[in-house]
């Protein structure tokens, strides 16, 4: 029996026992026998769900871009690690050796000790979809400074913010990004966000798009002569286990993002061996995950994890629809991908279109298919299955989390029956439990709750940066002893999980996490408005959009209100970005309040849904009138 590569039902049962029962020696022959140390821990694991704190591996030292890249140089030097697959399917792919993977990581690394980041330091990355930014983590890893990627979508004000909470030295950024046939000036976006940073030294620039950039004098830098002149060797910082790798933000119930820490030794073990066996990769596969480093999923599904396993991982710069939707299908045939792994909004809008765009490519090579970042719906599930993987590559429906840092519940391929709609099974090492409202643990099948977990796993974060009370708050507060994932599911008469959705106030538009609260801050900007709630709807493609409840100060003429929402949706785009523009937007006079003051998001979630026959108890509202005006109104 392997507990590192799970192939078969019986073996699945008896690891995860073995995970469950003695999570010490399991964990620690799995890092023992996996994964390169240069020192060995001293304990595998001390926790403390109250405090909270949780060490894996403490002790142990290593570097994480040793694992990823060095160890493989003497048996997979000449082996593809990265495949680019360009914007613009007219322009090359490139393919980068593992060698020559270690020579860029090495010359950025060495880069950026030149511009004085030290172990410790963070290092903002700024980047589209293209192989600088992989290597630009790696080499922030190599020197063990601690990166922060922001998704390149995001607005200048979300970008300053977020390098301001954790204080970066340096950002790394491009002069400008192509997604389908728009090309959006990056290095413009962070000029601007940068007024408000001051703790901002240096500006490295790729040169991606040629597009014409301000540069300022003695804080930017084009990054290309730099590399050019850096030696192609750099000697790895040894790191503890326990050392932050990397911060990553993520939405929550108030305005400010929430900088999750992840920790190196853990996070590693832990996304190596679930690559592994969730996508049962073997040595010459060709993996493709569709997601963008600057999410969760990209950080350890395209970068840490297929690495660590010395796997083929390509990264898209595209969009699914450009030049038309047939480019993923395409792309699997060209570069004969066999597990590809994307999320359910992707599916559906793929599903939308004429079947010709994926009939006419070649997808034989197809192993697995994988679905992660919301729940996928039968017909999504079904055409994902029948029309791309022809009933022959298992789906694995992947929940996890940023927090979770690695997937929770899933299937393992050829191993787990699957369920369309469900998640399935705990992943090795993972103790869910659903609870009900009052914490009470429900045992048994067919029962439906919120989702928590009671054992810590090594790739959990282990605090929000700046911020450790607000970390317990949210994580260890809701059900003391246990993490709380803010989602709630189901388990089925034979222990499958069916993850049912957010049961706070997070909603998840097209796969992103989005805060209802910083929409709502952002609303409020403007002068013509006096308050605003947020609430999701079930959208065909986005899984939910977004409808907006807008008190305005003065009543103004309804004429008004169309250029009213453009404005809205304008100062949306800039304090957040454009992911999170509202599909509907009504103004009202009111919004339904309890006496202590709070919105009834219940009653304006049945609103925005057209759910209208029964609002449930509305008897605690100070305003109960104003349902019906809300109703009377709804868009
Ligand atoms: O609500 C769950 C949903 O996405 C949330 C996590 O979002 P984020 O931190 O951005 O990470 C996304 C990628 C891991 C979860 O709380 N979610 C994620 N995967 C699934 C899912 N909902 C249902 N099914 C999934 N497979």
Known sequence: MSNYHIKHLEEYYQVYRKSVREPENFWGEVAEEHFMWRKKWDNVLSWDFNTPEVKWFQGAQLNIT?????????TRGDKTALIFEPNNPEEAAQHITYRQLHARVCQLANVLKDQGVKKGDRVCIYLPMIPELSIALLACARIGAIHSVIFAGFSSTALSTRINDSDCKLVITSDGSYRGSKSIDLKAIVDEGLEDCPGVETVLVVKRTNTAVTMKEGRDKWLQPLLDKAYQDCVPEIMDAEDPLFILYTSGSTGKPKGMVHTTGGYMVYTGYTFKNVFQYTENDVYWCTADIGWITGHSY??????????????????????????????????????????????????????????????????????????????????????????????????????????????????????????????????????????????????????????????????????????????????????????????????????????????????????????????????????????????????????????????????????????????????????????????????????????????????????????????????????????????
């Open 302 to 635: 395209i970068v840490y994890g297929p690495l660590a396993n010395g796997a083929t991982t390509l990264m898209f710069e595209g969009v699914p629809s450009y030049p038309d939707y047939s480019r993923f299908w395409e792309i699997v045939e060209k570069h004969k991908v066999n597990q590809f792994y994307t999320a359910p909004t992707a599916i559906r809008a793929l599903a939308k279109q004429n079947i010709s765009f994926a009939e006419k490519h070649d997808l034989s090579s197809l192993k697995v298919l994988g679905s992660v970042g919301e729940p996928i719906n039968e017909e999504a599930w079904h055409w994902y299955n029948d029309v791309i993987g022809k009933k022959k590559s298992p789906i694995v429906d992947t929940w996890w989390q940023t927090e979770t840092g690695g997937i929770m519940i899933t299937p393992i391929p050829f191993v787990t029956p699957t369920k369309p709609t469900y998640a399935t099974l705990p992943f090795v090492g993972i103790q869910p439990a659903l609870l009900d409202e009052k914490g009470v643990e429900l045992k048994g099948n067919q029962v439906e709750g919120r989702l928590c977990i009671k054992f810590p796993w090594p790739g959990m974060a282990r605090t929000i940066w700046g911020n450790h009370e607000r970390y317990k708050d949210t994580y260890f507060s809701a059900f003391p002893g246990m993490y709380f994932s803010g989602d709630g599911a189901l388990r089925d008469e034979v222990g499958y999980y069916r993850i049912t959705g957010r049961v706070d106030d997070v909603i998840i538009v097209s796969g992103h996490n989005l805060g209802t609260a910083p929409i709502e801050d952002a609303i409020n900007e403007h002068p013509a408005v006096a308050e605003s709630a947020i609430v999701g709807f079930p959208h065909d493609i986005k899984g939910n959009a977004l409808y907006g409840f807008v008190i305005l100060k003065e009543s103004g003429e309804s004429r008004m209100h169309d250029n009213l929402r453009k404005e809205i949706n304008q100062i949306i785009t800039e304090h957040i970005g454009p992911i999170a523009k509202l599909d509907k937007i009504q103004f009202t006079s009111g919004l339904p309040k309890t006496r202590s003051g709070k919105i009834m998001r219940r009653i304006l979630r049945k609103i925005a849904s057209k759910d209208m026959s029964n609002m449930g108890d509305t008897s605690t509202l100070l305003n109960p009138e104003i349902v019906d005006v809300i109703k009377d109104s709804a868009l």
């Open 66 to 74: 040793e694992n990823c890249i060095d160890r493989h140089l003497l």
